[in-house]
Nanobody, 123 residues
């Protein structure tokens, strides 16, 4: 499956952005999806994940209550709504697909990756 992330940009602290990740090539609803991010000089880290049906989600603690992951299987797209953004949210955000019924917080569990979209939060 091919993944194309978009929606990144420059925003002030406290602002919002919505990232999108469009999938093509395979049956999107067969994949659990995840968002990961990598800040300059830091390792990639888990942000959020959603099950194939959208009925199960999980988040890293630092984004709980601020970020919401969702998916539209009819549009082959997964979203990440990011509110109350903080400078420490600055990173390249990648979407990933996992050929499994279950979600995962581990990058190694994902089979396909998008190219990433840059989110910059100014203070």
């Amino acid at each position: 499956v091919q993944l194309q992330a978009s929606g990144g940009g420059l925003v002030q602290a406290g602002g919002s952005l919505r990232l999108s990740c469009a999938a093509s090539g395979r049956t999107f609803s067969n994949y659990a999806m995840g968002w990961f991010r990598q800040a300059p000089g830091k390792e990639r880290e888990f942000v959020a994940t959603i099950s194939r049906s959208g009925g199960s989600t999980d988040y890293r603690d630092s984004v709980k209550g601020r970020f919401t992951i969702s998916r539209d299987n009819a549009k082959n797209t997964v979203y990440l709504q990011m509110n109350s953004l903080k400078p420490e949210d600055t990173a390249v955000y990648h979407c990933a697909a996992r050929s499994s019924l279950y979600t995962s917080t581990h990058a190694s569990a994902y089979d396909y990756w998008g190219q990433g979209t840059l989110v910059t939060v100014s203070s």
